[in-house]
């Protein structure tokens, strides 16, 4: 487990009001989806990393998976185990860093959904590496020819939004493709100044991303959720949706 950052700090204090982002309201549509693609047998065991609150970990353990969620935050790992209670089923909550997990088995499939670890990054994080790390070690918990789905930002919406203003007070590097500022963000707990390290790629280079930690991709998505889809990306769409396996 890594020291405290900033996206920790965040989580921690936001986990009470989590669930009542308008985003969250998906979740029964956006499992039918996910088990659509991914094919599973039943009882199938899946791998959620950057499960926060576990609401999608805690539907797909009432469906029959055997589900482990991992997260940095212990608050949201806290509002995951009281809504697992109340759903009263089991899942294995994990608190790890993504970038340190190290899974003691293997899985049949992997998640990682609505940015609960690739991407975000800390002040003084590496952002290739860090990336990469969090694809290596789903890649290494993944049986051989396990299916993987994640959901991460958009490049190309983002370069859509920004102006070169952004690039000459050094709120975005073009080259790096790394936002990095303090924003103020509207949350359901009141207004918040948030730093944020986002680091954004292009849908075409996750392929190369994907293929050098052995997961090979087969569909590039939109990926926004709520909007989930077999369905080409919408340009200014916050999120895009890769389907990848594990090479044998």
């Known amino acids: 487990m890594t020291s405290s950052n900033q996206w920790q700090d965040f989580f921690d204090s936001h986990a009470p009001y989590y669930m009542q982002n308008r985003f969250t309201k998906n979740t029964l549509a956006e499992?039918?989806?996910?088990?659509?693609?991914?094919?599973?047998?039943?009882?199938?065991?899946?791998?959620?990393?950057?499960?926060?609150t576990g609401r999608h970990a805690?539907?797909?353990?009432k469906r029959g998976y055997k589900v482990t969620g991992v997260d940095i935050s212990a608050g949201m790992l806290v509002e995951a185990e009281k809504a697992a209670r109340e759903a009263n089923v089991t899942v294995e909550w994990i608190r790890s860093d993504a970038t340190q997990?190290?899974?003691?088995?293997?899985?049949?499939?992997?998640?990682?959904?609505?940015?609960?670890?690739?991407?975000?990054?800390?002040?003084?994080?590496?952002?290739?590496?860090?990336?990469?790390?969090?694809?290596?070690?789903?890649?290494?918990?993944?049986k051989p020819g396990g299916p993987f789905l994640l959901t991460t930002f958009n490049g190309i919406a983002k370069l859509r939004q920004l102006t070169q203003e952004d690039v000459e007070q050094r709120n975005f590097d073009p080259v790096?493709?790394?936002?990095?500022?303090?924003?103020?963000?509207?949350?359901?707990?009141?207004k918040k100044i948030v730093h944020v390290k986002e680091h954004y790629y292009m849908p075409s280079e996750f392929t190369?991303?994907?293929?050098?930690?052995?997961?090979?991709?087969?569909?590039?998505?939109?990926?926004?959720?709520?909007?989930?889809?077999?369905?080409?990306?919408n340009l200014d769409e916050i999120e895009v949706m890769l389907v990848a396996r594990k090479t044998s």
Not at 58 to 61: F, G, K, P, S, Y
Not at 117 to 142: C, M, Q, W, Y
Not at 209 to 233: D, M, N, S, Y
């Open 58 to 61: 805690i539907e797909l353990a």
């Open 31 to 52: 499992v039918d989806f996910l088990l659509e693609v991914l094919e599973l047998a039943s009882g199938a065991s899946i791998l959620d990393i950057g499960c926060g």
């Open 176 to 190: 790096t493709m790394i936002e990095e500022s303090d924003q103020e963000m509207d949350l359901p707990e009141g």
């Open 208 to 233: 190369l991303l994907f293929q050098q930690e052995g997961l090979v991709v087969e569909h590039v998505w939109g990926g926004t959720a709520g909007k989930w889809g077999r369905r080409r990306i």
């Open 101 to 142: 997990f190290q899974a003691t088995r293997q899985f049949d499939a992997a998640i990682c959904l609505c940015e609960g670890a690739f991407g975000l990054l800390s002040t003084n994080e590496d952002p290739v590496e860090h990336d990469k790390a969090i694809l290596r070690n789903i890649s290494t918990a993944l």
